[in-house]
């Protein structure tokens, strides 16, 4: 199998949020800690694959809920 870019953007999709959201959370739950790379980089070794995963079951039902969203706030006006 040969991959395509549907297989490796939520990968890195995925990677460049859980690199930002793991080190806003850590930095908001424990803040400038000697150990905090050290925090953070377990945090997001553990985020990255869960936030890949989400993204590959979200792909598929985004672009649903969108359109759902876009018929009900155009349908309001």
């Given at each position: 199998m040969?991959?395509?870019?549907?297989?490796?953007?939520p990968v890195v999709m995925a990677g460049i949020m859980a690199f930002i959201m793991t080190a806003f959370i850590t930095w908001l739950n424990l803040g400038w800690r000697p150990d905090f790379l050290k925090l953070w980089a377990r945090a997001f070794v553990i985020a990255w694959p869960v936030a890949s995963l989400a993204a590959f079951v979200a792909s598929p039902i985004a672009p649903r809920i969108t359109q759902a969203i876009l018929r009900w706030v155009n349908s309001a006006r």
């Open positions: 040969q991959l395509q870019p549907k297989h490796v953007q």
